[in-house]
């Protein structure tokens, strides 16, 4: 590219072209130094008021400090992309037209009215609309406005005269899908100054067709009762490929309501992309018969910071020029620069190729998914849909394996609404799993209406410029088959958990529709407040340390304390499961657990305040102790010269006596028995620490909370045989009563002659495992074990 460089005549081009490259590999260079990559604070940027200037390099290098950041706190993903070298001739038309500002103004209107109107019928061409007009903007929904107000003054005559009082005599009614992209119907009103009435949103169909298309019939009852009200149907917006599931509506029927009611017709959406390809739906090749369409060709191709296409059609010059759609402004025809340069640096093959390449992806993936249980796939036309939404499903019992429209009649509706919380949030988590194992998919989740949420994979809008290929959605729909076992265990195991967690003393089950894992449960200690939700001190420590002990036992579930708002009372969050679960073993471990730990903690509570109790009451016997002692021995012996003297003729006898505290009994008593005895108290043995009702017998090496041993993970083959047969013998000898058990009242054996008969037994039972089959023991197989 240097050498390229070097032909060009004009010296200011080529060093333009030149530093522009320098520039995007410094920026883009993610290697830095460390003294690049130094922490400064804001003040430590220099500015045009600390010194002299800076230059080039400083200044790129400045920029590429604030672009990327700290990168310890900020994510990977949020690094620059690489744009590649079409983005960098998108880049470079913004540098030339600050450049071609700078000619003269005769130079400059040729020069800008021939790349206005190059790319405007470059764009109508490949795009199929004939003899039309092209609007640059930056904004996507700038364009709509503009032509709304074409529109007013086309219907309006007197509008430029009388300005809104002609509105008010016969108010505009502007008609939008219900399926529109959100805050459409706001922007337009708040650009052009009308009142919200004067939008009027259409539904969807609900009984035939797509419940994402625009209703027909609704729309021509709806044109009919506004002109009887004496209002103005001024336009209609239809979309093809609406924002959220990339279906399109009926264009050419509602053509014909437009050409018969006199309203003007846009159209917008992804599918008009596919306009430049060789084979395209009949629904989508009827925008080109429309008043108007907005193209996005930015992210179909790939192409940084270039504007958004409005294509028209219109007679009156005048008319647009009011609307504010041409301009004779230099700058404004300069916006189509980077376009033009774009479109020309790709040519047609090119612009055909990544269309069509994001559409394969689209088919790839459906075709994928086709095979996956439990996926709906929510397309439009199976053959042709750019856009892939799908949902993982589970089917309820008696339900109807087909999504219907009306509610299961054998369910109640409170059912349904659980069911369809808890795919939701399943559907939630897949998403963002999704996302982070393939992030070149480009996914989106998004919730729906009627179908709740869903996953988008919409590959005309992101492929182009995240470079996915054939490879990553392979992997999509590999990691989509992965991560079923645990979906569909999770949901199964959740009504268990919930009863299990209900029919349990001192825990409460939590509702919370946005958590995707098997439940949320907490403990109602004995001083809980059960009519209060706010922060309880008691509760928070008994949850951190059960939390804890959960995370401890090296099983297969990840716990979590909540909740997400630090108000409310802390609960337990049990994550996703991908085998099947003992649930009464784990809720019972939670409610053990939890009771243990508040016994404890109120057991050293009580201890703490005895031990208080006991220091007051010991400073006050001490105290008295040393009064009696003053009275016994006298005053005489207190003086310092006249006490040691009498001590010496006359010695007291005084005992030591001191104070001791039981930390079991709780009291205080005296030491005297200590130092005449040489002997300390044994006093009360202490309680036993407060364990579990019941521990579940496991063979080596598996998890806690699995519910069956058979076909289980944990075991192999060779090994459970074995396991089994000691699992047996441990239960027999725990089971039968022992032989060296001696009746009441008969002396017990020394230990001596114990040894040998111990020794007998164990013998006895090595030997007997090595017996035939016939010569052992039948013993009962327990119920662990069948």
Sequence with gaps: MDASLEKIADPTLAEMGKNLKEAMKMLEDSQRTEEENGKKSSGDIPGPLQGSGQDMVSLLQLVQNLMHGDEDEEPQ?????????????????????????????????????RILSDTTLWLCRIFRYENGCAYFHEEEREGLAKICRLA????????????????????????????????????????????????CRVPCNTMFGSQHQMDVAFLEKLIKDDIERGKLPLLLVANAGTAAVGHTDKIGRLKELCEQYGIWLHVEGVNLATLALGYVSSSVLAATKCDSMTLTPGPWLGLPAVPAVTLYKHDDPALTLVAGLTSNKPADKLRALPLWLSLQYLGLDGIVERIKHACQLSQRLQESLKKVNHIKILVEDELSSPVVVFRFFQELP???????????????????????HSCDALNRWLGEQ?????????LTVMDLEVEGVCIR???????????????????????????????????????EFKQEVTATAGLLHVDDPNWPGIGVVRYEHANDDKS?????????????????????????????????????????YVDMASDDVDISELVETIAVTAREIEENSRLLENMTEVVRKGIQEAQVQLQKANEERLLEEGVLRQIPVVGSVLNWFSPVQASQKGRTFNLTAGSLESTEHTYVYKVQGTGVTPP??????????????????????????ALSETSSVSHSEDLEKVEQLSGAPEPDAQEPGSPEPPPSTRAPQDAEQTGALRSGAQCPEDDRPQVEEPESLR
């Design 688 to 713: 036993q620490t407060p364990s579990g009702t019941r521990t579940k017998q496991r063979l080596p090496g598996q998890k806690p909370f699995r519910r069956s041993l058979r076909g289980s993970d």
């Design 532 to 572: 209060s939700l706010k922060l309880d001190p008691e509760g928070e420590k008994i949850h951190a340390a059960l939390l804890k002990k959960l995370n401890e036992l090296e099983s297969d579930l990840t716990f979590r304390m909540g909740p997400e708002y630090k108000s409310m009372k802390s609960c337990i």
């Design 152 to 199: 007013i003054h086309s219907r309006y005559e007197d509008f430029v005269v009388d300005g809104f009082n002609v509105l008010y005599n016969k108010k505009p009614v502007i008609y939008l899908s219900a399926a529109a992209r959100p805050g459409l119907g706001q922007y337009l009103c708040n650009q052009l100054g009308l009142p919200f009435p004067c939008l």
């Design 77 to 113: 993903s949020a690094r620059i992309q690489n744009i590649g070298e079409q983005g960098h001739i998108a880049l470079l038309g913004h540098s030339l037209g600050a450049y071609i500002s700078t000619l003269d103004k005769e130079k400059l209107r040729k020069l800008t009215t």
């Design 457 to 495: 994979f919409s590959p005309l809008m992101t492929a182009a410029v995240l470079g996915t290929r054939g490879e990553d959605v392979d992997q999509l729909a590999a990691c989509v088959q992965s991560k079923l076992p645990v979906l569909t265990c999770t949901l199964q195991l959740r009504e």
């Design 434 to 442: 999704l996302k982070q194992l393939v992030p070149t998919s480009g």
């Design 398 to 420: 008696g339900s109807d394996p087909v999504p219907k429209a009306i509610s299961v009649p054998n369910m109640a509706p409170s059912a349904v609404g659980r069911e369809r």
